[in-house]
């Protein structure tokens, strides 16, 4: 029905027929991911599975596409062709008789709600405390009760190991600290699915460990996480899954511990003799 979508077609003509079936145990399913700006095209057929309680870690130099995929999951970027599901649902559009239809914007931030991200950068609101950005997306988005997501927040700051700092702003707190209120603000929505976006890489050496503490943590907790990342002891001791990729496509993956110490590629063998 027309009033179901924008009515426009995004001109993706897909192959796979309507209701393909998906992988029963897979949260996210990316099949032949591409995506250009302008000329530039960044990702270049990015097929990709994460099972639920999967921790992925992706690799790889700046500039292959690591946030870009990233930003595909959640619908932050659309997607020049292929398909991505989260949860059982296609991400960002509606299919229909081989076609793919682009969701309402109100359609595509429920999608949204379901997936905790964070970034490099807290992106914390500076005018509200850390108890205010952490109840603001329950309370707006979700129409969650002031009086319950106070509770639920106050609970998840003492999880990150923050239970007295509720009333502080975030100028008050160390990077780190402002890191952790991004996570507990992320995982205020119930999230099925975390995006970590090399959450560490802006804070100071001292600090990164009580962020990796925290994400482990969540890990073990059973949540499903992708997390792009420069830690290889990180990736190795929590990865369930490590993923190089390398100008725009999946070179190479595989258990964390087999890819780190006996990597196939030449590409792989190259970038981990500079990082590691
Ligand atoms: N909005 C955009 N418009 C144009 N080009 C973009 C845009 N976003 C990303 N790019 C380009 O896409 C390529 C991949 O960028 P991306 O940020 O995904 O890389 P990355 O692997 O995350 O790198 P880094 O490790 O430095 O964060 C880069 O060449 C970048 O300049
Ligand atoms: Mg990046």
Same mark, same amino acid.
């Given at each position: 029905m027309a009033d179901e979508t924008k009515g426009y077609e995004t001109g993706i003509v897909v192959e796979t027929a309507e209701g393909a079936e998906l992988p029963g145990d897979a949260l996210v399913v990316a099949e032949n991911v591409h995506k250009s700006f302008g000329r530039l095209e960044v990702l270049k057929g990015i097929d990709l599975e994460v099972?639920?309680?999967e921790v992925m870690c992706i690799v790889g130099p700046s500039?292959?596409?690591k946030s870009t995929f990233l930003r595909c999951v959640n619908h932050l970027e659309k997607l020049s062709a292929g398909r991505l599901? &989260?949860?059982?649902? *296609?991400?960002?559009? /509606?299919?229909?008789?081989?076609?793919?239809?682009?969701?309402?914007?109100?359609?595509?931030?429920a999608q949204r709600s379901d997936i905790g991200m964070v970034f490099q950068r807290f992106n914390l609101?500076?005018?509200?405390?850390?108890l205010g950005n952490v109840i603001e997306a329950p309370i707006q988005v979700?129409?969650?009760?002031?009086?319950?997501?106070?509770?639920r927040a106050l609970e998840l700051l003492d999880r990150v190991g923050l239970p007295d700092k509720a009333n502080a702003y975030p100028e008050q707190l160390s990077g780190g600290q402002q890191q952790r209120v991004a996570i507990a603000r992320a995982l205020a929505m119930e999230p099925s699915l975390m995006l970590f976006d090399e959450?560490?890489?802006?804070?100071?050496?001292?600090? &990164?460990?009580?962020? *990796?503490?925290?994400? /482990?943590?969540?890990?073990?907790?059973?949540?499903?996480?992708?997390v792009v990342t420069h830690e290889m002891g990180f990736a190795r001791e929590?990865?369930?899954?490590?993923?190089?990729?390398?100008?725009?496509?999946?070179?190479?993956?595989?258990?964390?511990?087999?890819v780190l110490s006996n990597p196939q590629h030449e590409r792989t063998q190259a970038f981990l003799s500079k990082v590691l």
């Amino acid at each position: 029905m027309a009033d179901e979508t924008k009515g426009y077609e995004t001109g993706i003509v897909v192959e796979t027929a309507e209701g393909a079936e998906l992988p029963g145990d897979a949260l996210v399913v990316a099949e032949n991911v591409h995506k250009s700006f302008g000329r530039l095209e960044v990702l270049k057929g990015i097929d990709l599975e994460v099972k639920r309680g999967e921790v992925m870690c992706i690799v790889g130099p700046s500039g292959s596409g690591k946030s870009t995929f990233l930003r595909c999951v959640n619908h932050l970027e659309k997607l020049s062709a292929g398909r991505l599901w &989260v949860n059982g649902e *296609l991400m960002g559009y /509606r299919q229909k008789r081989g076609r793919l239809y682009e969701l309402r914007d109100s359609e595509i931030a429920a999608q949204r709600s379901d997936i905790g991200m964070v970034f490099q950068r807290f992106n914390l609101f500076p005018h509200l405390t850390v108890l205010g950005n952490v109840i603001e997306a329950p309370i707006q988005v979700k129409r969650v009760p002031r009086a319950q997501a106070t509770e639920r927040a106050l609970e998840l700051l003492d999880r990150v190991g923050l239970p007295d700092k509720a009333n502080a702003y975030p100028e008050q707190l160390s990077g780190g600290q402002q890191q952790r209120v991004a996570i507990a603000r992320a995982l205020a929505m119930e999230p099925s699915l975390m995006l970590f976006d090399e959450p560490t890489s802006a804070l100071d050496p001292e600090l &990164v460990g009580e962020v *990796l503490d925290v994400m /482990r943590d969540l890990a073990r907790g059973g949540m499903t996480m992708v997390v792009v990342t420069h830690e290889m002891g990180f990736a190795r001791e929590v990865g369930d899954s490590l993923v190089f990729m390398d100008d725009g496509v999946v070179v190479e993956r595989g258990l964390p511990a087999e890819v780190l110490s006996n990597p196939q590629h030449e590409r792989t063998q190259a970038f981990l003799s500079k990082v590691l």
